[in-house]
């Protein structure tokens, strides 16, 4: 006799989903599991799990007689295939498709349930111990910790895996910022490559920066096992990646044994596997997420920032940076042998190099212009001094063979050194580089050169607000840029700066 099996199709209130709550129950306790209307799960009886629970005249699970019309007998050579239907709302279906998100009969009381969580509090100074107060490591009450971390979501301690260069590090400052405003005491770790790790020393948010280049395909596997542990080691509650991750990347967060996993995916069959190992996922509209010029981080932005219970939305902050005084005299020290005052001087950047101190921008790589077309627009600045930036030493004779050896030249490599250099200055003039974004940062007027209009309103949005004069090439090509363009929008950037 061939064996069938029983298909029960229940019913079970659809509820909305909360990212801060991982594993949330279930079902509580007053819940009875065949209640109301709008989702279907369906339960098999002569499954593995459907024998336990359904069979046998001794079945703990009784069908109300209100069901029994919608029982549907399947034998086994029905062509209809049994299915599980998951919440259509839910972010990440493969943690758990039976968890229907969080529960909004549940009443969590006062105690944090609601609003932010508090920055660790500040011991008081002693006036009379020359050090202060004896400086713990920061931390908080562990009698507390979990129920905050679990039932409202804190953070207190973040990392944050970033892909790219130094313009893709600066473009994830807002970012951080973000996370300082909706956590307040988070510590902020940052894991990027050599040249991105350099970016922090402009950002005070960050506690840690480690090199260890998420962008390697084949990393050295002492390396790969001795950083994971180091990680793991530190017991984050968010790891954030901006890498696109594939089951490896993934596998890699999930080693970290961070309760949130946030990481982008690879919009195609690559990303086949990574959503089993990650809490929430992003998936760009191309695989290079430089394309998406400043506001590239967008979907992980939306998703830090959007309102949970009394918490309201929070507003993604501008690019800013700090620069230390240690800096800045290490910098004016260099600009002073290259010939300039201080205000008196403009910034150049932007020449054509093989250097990877070029700065430039993963999603945007036509946006370096040759010496003779600088030295053309160079001659058209007439109260202050154009102060060549090259980013290798090799360079300096071409300068001083092509625009004059009287020219004021200067070496920088370092993002730290470059917005030191801007902040000095009068203004900067420069193609689709880290000095437009820098510029913009320490509110600089400058005059930004892209290969087209669509790349300039990408990486410099809103350019009015920003003292920013975007010009763009009309054939798509840098090299094609026009000249007397840029020269009338120095001649305004001359008198802008003549009445600063």
């Given at each position: 006799?061939?064996?069938t099996?029983?298909?029960y ?8 989903f909360?990212?801060?709550?991982t594993?949330?129950?279930?079902f ?13 799960v ?16 001794n ?5 109300p007689?209100?069901?029994e ?12 295939r049994?299915?599980?239907c998951?919440n259509a709302?839910k972010?990440n279906?493969?943690l ?6 969080e529960?909004?009969?549940l009443?969590?009381g ?11 509090p500040?011991?008081?100074d ?10 713990f490591?920061?931390?908080y009450s562990v ?6 971390l679990?039932?409202r ?5 973040c990392?944050?895996v ?11 400052f ?11 005491g988070?510590?902020i ?8 790790k350099q970016?922090y020393?402009?950002?005070?948010n ?5 090199v260890?280049?998420?962008?390697d ?9 001795d950083?994971?542990?180091v990680?793991k ?7 954030l ?14 080693m ?10 690879y ?29 590239m981080?967008?979907?992980?932005e939306?998703w ?8 309201p ?12 005084r ?12 290259a010939?300039v ?18 700065m430039?921008?993963?999603?945007d790589?036509?946006s370096?212009?040759?010496?003779e ?14 102060l060549f930036?090259?980013?290798?030493e090799?360079?300096?004779e071409?300068?001083e063979?092509?625009v004059?050896?009287d ?11 470059m917005a030191?250099l801007i ?11 880290a ?16 290969s ?18 975007v ?30």
């Amino acid at each position: 006799m061939a064996a069938t099996s029983t298909h029960y199709s229940l019913l079970i209130n659809q509820k909305p989903f909360s990212h801060f709550l991982t594993n949330p129950p279930s079902f509580p306790s007053n819940y009875p599991l065949y209640s109301s209307n709008k989702r279907r799960v369906q339960i098999l009886a002569g499954t593995i799990v459907g024998q336990v629970l359904l069979t046998g005249p001794n079945s703990r699970l009784q069908v109300p007689h209100s069901l029994e019309n919608r029982r549907v007998k399947t034998g086994r050579n029905s062509n209809r295939r049994p299915s599980v239907c998951v919440n259509a709302k839910k972010k990440n279906p493969w943690l758990d498709p039976f968890d229907d998100g969080e529960d909004p009969n549940l009443e969590y009381g006062s105690l944090f349930s609601d609003g932010k969580q508090e920055e660790d509090p500040r011991p008081p100074d002693n006036p009379n111990n020359p050090y202060g107060f004896l400086k713990f490591p920061a931390g908080y009450s562990v009698e507390i910790a979990s129920i905050g971390l679990k039932v409202r979501g804190d953070v207190r301690r973040c990392c944050c895996v970033v892909s790219g260069g130094v313009y893709e590090n600066l473009l994830f400052f807002p970012t951080i910022q973000l996370l300082k405003d909706r956590y307040p005491g988070v510590l902020i770790d940052v894991v990027g490559s050599e040249r991105g790790k350099q970016c922090y020393e402009l950002n005070k948010n960050v506690r840690w920066a480690n090199v260890f280049d998420p962008d390697d395909e084949f990393p050295e596997p002492a390396e790969y096992t001795d950083f994971v542990g180091v990680l793991k080691s530190r017991y984050y509650d968010m790891v954030l990646s901006t890498k696109l991750a594939g089951i490896g990347h993934a596998a890699y967060l999930f080693m970290t044994t961070a309760r949130d996993r946030v990481s982008y995916v690879y919009p195609n069959v690559n990303a086949a596997g990574a959503g089993l190992l990650l809490s929430e996922t992003f998936t760009p509209d191309s695989l290079n997420l430089s394309e998406g010029g400043y506001h590239m981080y967008h979907q992980m932005e939306d998703w830090l920032g959007k309102p949970f219970r009394s918490v309201p939305r929070q507003v993604v902050p501008p690019l800013k940076v700090s620069i230390s005084r240690k800096l800045k005299e290490v910098v004016e020290e260099k600009y002073t042998k290259a010939g300039v005052k201080k205000g008196r001087y403009v910034v150049i950047h932007g020449i054509q190099s093989d250097s990877k101190a070029s700065m430039q921008s993963r999603g945007d790589p036509d946006s370096l212009l040759p010496l003779e077309v600088w030295a053309e627009i160079a001659d058209s600045l007439r109260e202050f001094t154009p102060l060549f930036v090259i980013p290798h030493e090799k360079e300096r004779e071409n300068v001083e063979e092509i625009v004059g050896e009287d020219s004021s030249i200067i070496f920088i490599t370092t993002p730290g050194q470059m917005a030191a250099l801007i902040n000095d200055s009068a203004g900067v003039i420069a193609t689709n580089t880290a000095a437009i974004q820098l510029a913009n940062a320490r509110d600089k007027p400058s005059v930004a050169l892209f290969s087209s209009q669509e790349k300039g309103n990408k990486f410099v949005p809103q350019s009015e607000e920003k003292k920013c004069i975007v010009i763009s090439s009309k054939t798509g090509k840098l090299i094609d840029i026009d000249v007397e363009a840029v020269k009338n929008a120095i001649q305004t950037f001359n008198l802008s700066l003549a009445f600063a």
